[in-house]
């Protein structure tokens, strides 16, 4: 368990932590080591949590039977609403029912072994994903049916249609027990096939369920589903997980879950208008 989130010793304080100086702007996160960007992390989770949420999030990390991790610090705190985990045989039993009622759009990889070149299905990779990545496919599976979902994706299909220099993207919370998808502006927009994060996201993808992103561009529908070998990177590089929404054809997107250990896992196909 992470020590330097919870205190010294792993006890948990309720005195205001000595706290790292974070940078006045964007951290750039690639340039960091693993652990350094851990503290960082937890740093400002500590600064930005009460002792309560603090508490909550110790006593559901304790529960979970994997390494804890900061990046996981907005999924137990909402877990923590339940106070119930499921066990892992559960999860994979619903989540396989689940997808075994959608279709799937596999992404057309460069070549023959390319890093894009990924399996994508769920019953293969079952194992290697954590509780936590469990959980999240658990928690988009349940909110993409929704017509509130797909019209709030649609919506977004359609501002990313209408953007030629950008992709969109933005970060993933939880209200009302679904996913909800929140829009970012781009640092800057330099092309169609990147999205460059602003230094209010980073600093918000340090306590959020997930990172997103639309690969929507006319006349490529269906090339570009799924993750590119950038999503790969930067997904391990930020260890960050990530929801990639695509457009296979009109009238119909693609999901995918890109765990931060770069295994993909294709959510299968919805409809929009």
Not at 6 to 32: M, Y
Not at 56 to 78: G, H, Q, T, V
Not at 126 to 154: F, G, K, N
Not at 205 to 231: M, S, T
Request: net charge negative; charged share 25%; glycine share 6%.
């Amino acid at each position: 368990m992470g020590c330097f989130f919870f205190a010294s010793g792993c006890a948990l304080t309720h005195e205001k932590p000595v706290v790292e100086v974070l940078p006045s702007h964007a951290v750039v996160e690639q340039e960091l080591a693993d652990d350094r960007l851990e503290k960082l992390r937890c740093a400002w989770q500590r600064e930005l949590l009460s002792g309560t949420q603090l508490a909550k999030i110790k006593w559901m990390a304790e529960r979970m039977d994997e390494p804890f991790s900061c990046k996981d610090s907005y999924l137990l705190l909402e877990l923590a609403r339940t106070e119930r985990l499921s066990s892992r045989i559960e999860l994979v039993e619903w989540i396989a029912a689940q997808l075994a009622g959608v279709k799937h759009t596999k992404r057309i990889a460069l070549y023959r072994g390319a890093l894009d070149d990924r399996a994508e299905d769920f019953a293969s990779q079952a194992d290697l994903l954590s509780y936590s990545d469990l959980i999240r496919v658990q928690w988009v599976l349940e909110t993409l049916p929704l017509a509130s979902c797909q019209t709030r994706i649609s919506q977004l299909i359609a501002i990313d249609a209408a953007e030629e220099m950008s992709e969109i993207g933005g970060l993933c919370f939880r209200e009302d027990q679904r996913v909800v998808f929140q829009e970012y502006a781009p640092a800057r927009r330099e092309s169609n096939l990147q999205f460059v994060e602003s230094p209010l996201m980073i600093r918000d993808g340090w306590f959020a369920l997930a990172r997103w992103h639309g690969h929507v561009i006319a006349g490529q529908e269906g090339e570009l589903c799924g993750p590119g070998i950038d999503d790969l990177k930067l997904a391990q590089e930020k260890q960050a997980p990530m929801i990639i929404i695509s457009i296979v054809r009109k009238n119909v997107f693609n999901v995918d879950y890109l765990s931060d250990a770069g295994l993909v896992i294709d959510l299968g196909n919805y409809p929009y208008e």
